[in-house]
């Protein structure tokens, strides 16, 4: 069974920094995308940015030039690099991957709280 376990939530004020650490365990072959979503009391799931196995990232509008991706495959680890933080990344921040293990499969992490105070 594969888990992902993220960690590096928190409380921080705003413009402040945090670092999400999402790692995956398991019987792992290969992974391909990596991601990390949000969700807010209230709203939607929403995506807030995702790279591809070839280092392509993607980010939402609304945390470009402010949060960076990346990853380190030997650990099967993604990171979410997030600066200059506003109280509206208020969230719960869920990390997912697309893993090879005989099939592909999304899985998901359990969530990680990340509140911003202003």
């Known amino acids: 069974q594969v888990t992902l376990v993220e960690s590096g939530g928190g409380l921080v004020q705003a413009g402040g920094s945090l670092r999400l650490s999402c790692a995956a365990s398991?019987?792992?072959?290969?992974?391909?995308?990596m991601g990390w979503y949000r969700q807010a009391p209230g709203k939607q799931r929403e995506l807030v940015a995702d790279?591809?196995?070839?280092?392509?990232?993607n980010y939402a509008d609304s945390v470009k030039g402010r949060f960076s991706i990346f990853r380190d495959d030997a650990k099967n680890t993604v990171y979410l690099q997030m600066n200059s933080l506003k109280p509206e990344d208020t969230a719960i921040y869920y990390c997912?991957?697309?893993?090879?293990?005989?099939?592909?499969?999304?899985?998901w992490g359990q969530g990680t709280q990340a509140t911003v105070s202003s």
């Open positions: 398991g019987g792992i072959f290969s992974i391909n995308e």
């Open positions: 997912t991957m697309t893993v090879q293990r005989g099939t592909w499969r999304d899985y």
């Open positions: 790279i591809t196995s070839g280092g392509t990232t």
